[in-house]
């Protein structure tokens, strides 16, 4: 990862990094801090916070030693993938903090399907292709109190790792596999990609803040993996019909000769690779 590399990269026109057009009006500005090792880019995200480093603040590193994946798991980032952090401060109420992780998720995948490469996501975080991943989201927050308006997101960071020149494990492509034959898109380099990861958390935080709640979630859906999917709980038959207004997974689950609409959160379920 070279720096002049990627501030070229993120001076291409908003079109080059699959920016809608709505959208390429928006100027975001990037504090960019480079690695070639770190433990986890969360982690050295949260240092430069606490150092009085704000909004735009990105680090990103060559590979990880600990790199944080969902539920306390460890992200295996050797040198070849992107593995980065931006640091948001989105003044949102906490219970919107679910949501944020699928605007990056839809955001990256978007502007990723503008430039010829076919991403979904498996809900709630990560971003596949043919049931393989090829990439995933780790968001976390800190709140404050706010006595008349409740708690507030004050920070926020997005993980982003994505699979480019990187040793795949088993279930796994990177977006590099994933470029049309004969494709003239830009995405040649890593520095591209970050860029596009980049562009792609904004585009999708600002997008659900332009189009609300409703017009995000139902985008979303158009992206979802697993939707129709058939899965088991606790035993029980049941079908995945897509995503609530605050993020929740909705499943038809049979039950005692009857169908049950149920919400589960992140965390509650797996739904696999491959199908």
């Not at 079109?15 to 690695?35: D, N, S, T």
């Not at 980065?84 to 978007?110: C, D, M, N």
């Not at 995945?240 to 149920?262: A, F, H, Q, T």
Request: with cysteine.
């Amino acid at each position: 990862m070279d720096y002049q590399n990627l501030i070229n990269a993120l001076g291409q026109a908003a079109c080059q990094l699959g920016v809608l057009p709505e959208l390429a009006a928006l100027r975001p500005q990037f504090q960019i801090h480079l690695y070639d090792e770190l433990s986890s880019t969360n982690q050295t995200a949260w240092q430069l916070v606490e150092q009085g480093k704000g909004a735009g603040t990105v680090v990103i590193a060559r590979q990880q030693r600990a790199g944080k994946g969902q539920w306390g798991r460890t992200w295996i980032s050797p040198p070849g993938g992107l593995y980065l952090s931006l640091v948001l401060a989105p003044a949102l109420p906490l219970a919107q903090a679910q949501l944020l992780t699928l605007t990056s998720a839809w955001g990256i995948a978007t502007s990723l399907k503008n430039l010829g490469v076919s991403i979904q996501i498996k809900w709630p975080n990560d971003l596949v292709s043919q049931g393989r991943k090829v990439g995933g989201i780790l968001t976390e927050s800190r709140m404050i109190e706010q006595s008349e308006t409740g708690a507030h997101l004050q920070w926020v960071i997005i993980g982003v790792g994505l699979n480019w020149d990187n040793p795949l494990p088993q279930n796994a492509c990177s977006v590099r596999q994933l470029l049309p034959d004969g494709s003239i898109a830009s995405v040649n380099t890593l520095e591209d990609l970050a860029a596009i990861a980049l562009r792609g958390i904004w585009q999708g935080f600002h997008y659900w803040q332009q189009q609300g709640d409703q017009r995000f979630i139902d985008a979303y859906q158009q992206k979802l993996a697993c939707r129709g999917k058939k899965i088991s709980i606790s035993g029980h038959p049941a079908v995945v019909e897509g995503v609530s207004i605050n993020g929740d997974l909705l499943v038809n689950l049979s039950r005692d000769g009857g169908n049950l609409i149920r919400l589960l959160k992140p965390g509650e379920i797996r739904l696999g690779y491959n199908g």
